[in-house]
């Protein structure tokens, strides 16, 4: 797969070469392509917001410089994703479908949002366009949240993850969000005791315990 990811900020993606991802991206089975905005700005002040027509408070990204650095990178193998609080709420099933794209474009907006017809002009062009959140709250921009969506998303696709059973283990358990508490050595710490099922060996009754478990978390966690 690949990722694409156009950011004023290009240092916030570091990260992408830690851990799992940085071995993903090693192995071949990810490229990530990390593209500077400012470096599209089309005046002299490298200037890519100015003010909302219509007025009110903040700067929005001009769509000049978002279409420069947008549209090298389309193409119909591509699904544009554009960060906004507004968007439709990023979960689970929404990241297992996106492991199954071939080419993901992130467009990590700042400020007020990117002007609405960059959006309008992919979806014109029969682009695959989709405005996401990643949870009710409001961040200083896209960044954080591509960072977050491409972490849950590239772990499902196969050959990432060292352990293929965890995967299998987490679509059993309800698209992959309800875990049950994990315990290991050693089996008595602080004087809280490993729950005496799971020192058993009985692999039915554990499985059964595990569930019960997952449900009763899941409902405190409401
Ligand atoms: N940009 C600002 N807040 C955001 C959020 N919650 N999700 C996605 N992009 C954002």
Not at 99 to 108: M, P
Not at 170 to 190: D, I
Request: one cysteine or more; aromatic letters at 8%.
């Amino acid at each position: 797969m690949k990722i694409d990811a156009v950011t004023i900020f290009p240092e916030y993606f570091a990260p992408l070469k830690l851990s799992l991802l940085g071995k993903a991206q090693e192995s071949g089975i990810v490229e990530f392509g990390i593209h500077d905005l400012r470096s599209f700005a089309t005046n002299v002040h490298n200037q890519v917001d100015d003010t909302p027509y219509g007025g009110g408070a903040g700067m929005v990204m001009m769509p000049e410089v978002w279409g420069k650095a947008l549209d090298p990178l389309m193409s119909a193998q591509s699904d544009l994703i554009i960060l906004t609080p507004a968007g439709r709420r990023f979960d689970q099933p929404m990241a297992a479908k996106f492991s199954k794209a071939s080419h993901l474009v992130f467009a990590c907006g700042r400020y007020e949002g990117i002007d609405d017809r960059v959006r309008q002009h992919y979806l014109s062009k029969n682009h695959r366009v989709h405005e996401v959140s990643i949870g009710d709250y409001v961040l200083g921009g896209g960044e954080v949240a591509s960072l977050v969506m491409i972490e849950a998303i590239t772990r499902l696709i196969p050959g990432v993850l060292g352990n293929p059973e965890s995967l299998a283990e987490e679509s059993h358990n309800q698209e992959g969000y309800l875990e049950y508490p994990s315990f290991t050595k050693p089996q008595n710490w602080r004087d809280i005791p490993v729950p005496e099922i799971l020192l058993s060996g009985n692999h039915g009754e554990i499985a059964k315990w595990r569930a019960a478990q997952a449900i009763e978390r899941a409902k405190e966690n409401l």
